[in-house]
T-cell receptor, first 115, second 115 residues
């Protein structure tokens, strides 16, 4: 019940295209859903996050879509650039108790953007 | 503001030894979470500290421990190292979780290799 399932494992897109990564969760106690970007040799960097009271959040070229009833959320990267090539992780966090400071991560998606 | 810093960045140890890793959170952040990242298991939560107290712990053996100091700096210790402990150890800092946000900001990690 604590799992977050992420797909696809890898994704190749052309420069200027749209990259879409999907995640699904089971635990309805999750109330915070961030996305992280990680480059080789670096720690994950927070990209964008959403809470269940909104269905979409956009920051620049990055958009999170959230479907509470389906328990799914996705990251859309518009106008993908070669510099976006990295590993992307979705995550989920709960409120209080056994959720203190704990994010449950998906397995990651390796995104490659070809010039 | 300076980001999360972790020392050392790289470490090579032998089976059976112990190791201590250090994390300095972003100024003003009082919560520190630790994660283990491996290719096979992905990012897994180790524990979280807030105001020098461990408030949450993941499913890791007792060989993994940590502490937090009054200035919010944190250390984690792994005793009796095993080959399977080879991983990237990441710490993340956050404002007090009593806040509505769960933004966690990661450091660059410590790459531990056990031989």
């Amino acid at each position: 019940q604590q799992q977050v399932k992420q797909s696809p494992q890898s994704l190749i897109v052309q420069k200027g295209g749209i990259s879409i990564i999907n995640c699904a969760y089971e635990n309805t106690a999750f109330d915070y859903f961030p996305w992280y970007q990680q480059f080789p040799g670096k720690g994950p960097a927070l990209l964008i996050a959403i809470r269940p009271d909104v269905s979409e959040k956009k920051e620049g070229r990055f958009t999170i879509s959230f479907n509470k009833s389906a328990k799914q959320f996705s990251l859309h990267i518009m106008d993908s650039q070669p510099g976006d090539s990295a590993t992307y992780f979705c995550a989920a966090g709960g409120a209080g108790g056994t959720s203190y400071g704990k994010l449950t991560f998906g397995q990651g998606t390796i995104l490659t953007v070809h010039p | 503001k300076a980001g999360v810093t972790q020392t050392p960045r790289y470490l090579i140890k032998t089976r059976g030894q112990q190791v201590t890793l250090s994390c300095s959170p972003i100024s003003g952040h009082r919560s520190v979470s630790w994660y283990q990242q491996t290719p096979g298991q992905g990012l897994q939560f180790l524990f979280e500290y807030f105001s020098e107290t461990q408030r949450n712990k993941g499913n890791f053996p007792g060989r993994f421990s940590g502490r937090q100091f009054s200035n919010s700096r944190s250390e984690m210790n792994v005793s009796t190292l095993e080959l399977g402990d080879s991983a990237l150890y990441l710490c993340a800092s956050s404002l007090a979780p009593a806040h509505s946000s769960y933004e966690q900001y990661f450091g660059p990690g410590t790459r531990l290799t056990v031989t």
